[in-house]
Nanobody
Framework: QLQASGGGLVQAGDSLRLSCAASRGTFSSYAVGWFRQTPGKEREFVAAMSRNGVNILYADSVKGRSTISRDGSLNTVYLQMSTVRAEDTALYYC?????????????????????WGQGTLVTVSS
C-alpha cells in the first residue's frame, strides 16, 4: 500500500514536496511514478523513476522545476516542485510497479502501474 501526503494550499511561485510512503516493505524492487488529475480530465503523467533510481523521466509541464527522488531507506519517494503555478493544481497520485529484473526502465502510463496511493490534493493560489 502507498500513502501519499504533503499536499495543501500553496502560493504561486512557492515550492512543495510530496511524499509517498510504502506501508509494507520498500521500493527497492519497484519503479515509481507520480501522476496528477484535475476534475474532468484524464490522469496525467508527472514524473517517474526506474527501479535502480538512475533513470528519471519528467513531463514537459514540470521539467526543470521538479525532482523525483527517494530516501536511502527506499521506503519513501518524493516529488519536489518549485515555482508552482496555478495549473499545477491537481490531485497527485504516487504509483509503483513491481520490476524485479527491469531495473533501468521508467514507466509513464497509468496502465504500467499496479499499485496506487490515495492521492494528495495540491491547490495553488495565484
Amino acid at each position: 500500500q502507498l500513502q501519499a501526503s504533503g499536499g495543501g494550499l500553496v502560493q504561486a511561485g512557492d515550492s512543495l514536496r510530496l511524499s509517498c510512503a510504502a506501508s509494507r516493505g520498500t521500493f527497492s524492487s519497484y519503479a515509481v511514478g507520480w501522476f496528477r488529475q484535475t476534475p474532468g480530465k484524464e490522469r496525467e503523467f508527472v514524473a517517474a523513476m526506474s527501479r535502480n533510481g538512475v533513470n528519471i523521466l519528467y513531463a514537459d509541464s514540470v521539467k526543470g522545476r521538479s525532482t523525483i527522488s527517494r530516501d536511502g531507506s527506499l521506503n519513501t519517494v518524493y516529488l519536489q516542485m518549485s515555482t508552482v503555478r496555478a495549473e499545477d493544481t491537481a490531485l497527485y497520485y504516487c504509483a509503483a510497479r513491481y520490476s524485479p529484473g527491469l531495473s533501468r526502465i521508467t514507466y509513464y502510463t497509468e496502465a504500467d502501474y499496479a499499485y496506487w496511493g490515495q492521492g494528495t490534493l495540491v491547490t495553488v493560489s495565484s
